[in-house]
């Protein structure tokens, strides 16, 4: 069955610091990922996604997210953390002959100054 | 571009009563999809419409509630009769086509069923 797992319910960092979300995956055929935020009162924004080639894919905001195959995984990482980071990332995977996106639980991510 | 348009954004209602949410898709968009999203279940995909015609309402939780799309630029979304466990934050999304295109969200209504 297709499904994508978010380990980490709730992430703490102080603003500077590096940050990794982490994001694993089950799907059958080649999977479509995507990372979307959510900052509180407001639908979800698109930061990236991955559908072939470099494995290492850019988004906005200076986000970055590294599709590994062998590990079933697409984390999301940041060099440095601002405060206006602070928000709930929802990792989505999708792909083959449907629309249909399937989200993970997402994660909130608190941001310390 | 106007982005996705929902209305109403907030919703407080009693139980048993009709709620009707609407969504207006970005121009040119041919998927548009509603979802649910609360603290327990999360983000949960109720039904998705290509070229205005449902193809998957798996997630549509019951004969209670029903979706429609009339033509390309509107959509609603309505609960018959509300209950207390409906309460959550709507969203609808469009996107044009295929799971490789971004889908892009309205602000949500977030409805409150007493």
């Known amino acids: 069955a297709q499904s994508v797992t978010q380990p980490d319910i709730h992430i703490t960092v102080s603003e500077g610091a590096s940050l990794e979300l982490r994001c694993n995956y089950s799907?059958?055929?080649?999977?479509?990922l995507f990372w979307y935020v959510q900052s509180p009162g407001q639908g979800l924004q698109l930061l990236l996604k991955?559908?072939?080639?470099?494995?290492l894919v850019q988004g906005i905001k200076g986000f970055e997210a590294e599709f590994k195959r062998s590990q079933s995984s697409f984390n999301l990482r940041k060099p440095s953390v601002h405060w206006s980071d602070a928000a709930e990332y929802f990792c989505?995977?999708?792909?083959?002959?449907?629309?249909?996106?399937?989200f993970g639980t997402g994660t909130r991510l608190q941001v310390f100054p | 571009d106007a982005g996705v348009i929902q209305s109403p954004r907030h919703e407080v209602t009693e139980m048993g009563q009709e709620v009707t949410l609407r969504c207006k898709p970005i121009?040119?968009?041919?998927?548009l999809f509603w979802y649910r999203q609360t603290m327990m279940r999360g983000l949960e995909l109720l039904i998705y419409?290509?070229?205005?015609?449902?193809?998957?309402d798996s997630g549509m939780p019951e004969d209670r509630f029903s979706a429609k799309m009339p033509n390309a630029s509107f959509s609603t979304l309505k609960i018959q009769p509300s209950e207390p466990r409906d309460s959550a934050v709507y969203f609808c999304?469009?996107?044009?086509?295929?799971?490789?295109?971004?889908?892009?969200f309205g602000p949500g209504t977030r409805l409150l069923v007493l």
């Open positions: 121009s040119g968009h041919n998927s």
């Open positions: 991955y559908f072939s080639g470099d494995t």
């Open positions: 419409f290509n070229n205005n015609v449902p193809i998957d």
């Open positions: 799907y059958g055929a080649t999977p479509y």
């Open positions: 989505a995977v999708g792909g083959g002959n449907t629309d249909k996106l399937i």
């Open positions: 999304a469009s996107s044009r086509g295929t799971s490789k295109e971004t889908q892009y």
